[in-house]
């Protein structure tokens, strides 16, 4: 199982970026995906959950600017990032747990993306 993730880069404050992760590999069930971020001397914090029937979460802090998305036929997670401040700049990671081919779940991270807000 590969989760790889896109879509981050440099935006000015105010502006918007959407990452997307990918999940591939063989007799796949994706269970439910998300977003964290870590940023520089930080620990790493949840962004947002979904799960595969469409039901989202979100940090508190976040839901506001913030939205989760996925595409089940194409086990894609998708985070739409709306009014980025600098305090957005961190690393942005996807997560998913997957049921293998027998049935066992296990949680996989993708590689993260770098999401920089600055002018």
């Known amino acids: 199982v590969q989760l790889q993730a896109s879509g981050g880069g440099l935006v000015q404050p105010g502006g918007s970026l959407r990452l997307s992760c990918v999940v591939s590999?063989?007799?796949?069930?994706?269970?439910?995906m998300g977003w964290f971020r870590e940023a520089p001397g930080r620990t790493r914090e949840l962004v947002a959950t979904?799960?595969?029937?469409?039901?989202?979460s979100y940090s508190a802090s976040l839901e506001d600017r913030f939205t989760i998305s996925r595409d089940n036929a194409k086990n894609t997670v998708y985070l739409q990032m709306n009014a980025l401040g600098p305090e957005d700049t961190a690393v942005y990671y996807c997560?998913?747990?997957?049921?293998?081919?027998?049935?066992?779940?296990?949680?996989?991270w993708g590689q993260g993306t770098q999401v920089t807000v600055s002018s």
């Open positions: 979904i799960a595969a029937n469409g039901v989202s």
């Open positions: 997560r998913a747990d997957v049921a293998s081919a027998t049935g066992i779940v296990a949680g996989y």
């Open positions: 590999g063989s007799a796949l069930s994706v269970d439910e």
